[in-house]
């Protein structure tokens, strides 16, 4: 009922910046979080960033805070993520996600809450 589609990965040097994007089509909800995730091999799903769909509560991950910025567009039905100051250990595939409900705080980070994902886009961050 919903899909979800990242976009804007890429190989980048160490200290430059992306914008990943996630397209929402189907069915929509009057309440709901989105969120970003990655993933790098051998390593367990990490959080990254959430945001409600209406007001302006954000969330982010420490290791992301102040280089990450995650915002919205409604009318496009478009979350967003603008990564600055990339570092090689950021490198991992990013994954959008929607949880259904007002989610906040802790609760955003944990990806048991969220009932659907995108399949994800990769950036590589090189030294």
């Known amino acids: 009922q919903v899909q979800l589609v990242e976009s804007g990965g890429g190989l980048v040097q160490a200290g430059d910046s992306l914008r990943l994007s996630c397209a929402a089509s189907g069915r929509t909800f009057s309440s709901y979080v989105m969120g970003w995730f990655r993933q790098a091999p051998g390593k367990e799903r990490e959080f990254v960033a959430a945001i409600r769909w209406s007001g302006s509560s954000t969330y982010y991950a420490a290791a992301v805070k102040d280089r990450f910025t995650i915002s919205r567009d409604n009318a496009k039905n478009t979350v967003y993520l603008r990564m600055n100051s990339l570092k090689p250990e950021d490198t991992a595939v990013y994954y959008c996600?929607?949880?259904?409900?007002?989610?906040?705080?802790?609760?955003?980070?944990?990806?048991?809450?969220?009932?659907?994902w995108g399949q994800g886009t990769q950036v590589t961050v090189s030294s």
């Open positions: 996600a929607l949880a259904v409900g007002p989610l906040t705080g802790w609760a955003a980070s944990l990806p048991n809450n969220y009932e659907y």
